[in-house]
Nanobody, 125 residues
């Protein structure tokens, strides 16, 4: 049974940092593509960052230079380090296991096979 469990969300002031983690089980962790998505109230779910199984990463334009996705293959954990947070980063953040890849540089919900429950990130101005 595939399970993804996010942690690390919270309330932070603009300019601050948060680190999200996703514990993944039920899949050969080092062999799968993983991603972070987010969904703000009233908006569609959008991809934030992808960590491919072959070592490449890519990011949504809005978070490039501020967010870093990484994986710990020994612990089966996917991380998202978020620096210089902005109020517009406020959203429910989801960890996702991908079944396919889009063109490098993007990702959509169509590429996702499994979702975590989400963790709330709120950035105050």
């Amino acid at each position: 049974q595939v399970q993804l469990a996010e942690s690390g969300g919270g309330l932070v002031q603009a300019g601050g940092s948060l680190r999200l983690s996703c514990s993944v089980s039920g899949v050969p962790f080092s062999s799968v593509g993983l991603a972070w998505f987010r969904q703000a109230p009233g908006k569609e779910r959008e991809f934030v960052a992808v960590s491919s199984h072959y070592g490449e990463t890519w990011y949504h334009e809005s978070v490039k230079g501020r967010f870093t996705i990484s994986r710990d293959n020994a612990k089966n954990i996917l991380n998202l380090l978020m620096n210089n947070l902005r109020p517009e980063d406020t959203a429910l953040y989801y960890c996702a296991k991908l079944s396919t890849y889009s063109t490098t540089g993007t990702c959509s919900t169509d590429n996702v096979r499994y979702w975590g429950q989400g963790t709330q990130v709120t950035v105050s101005s």
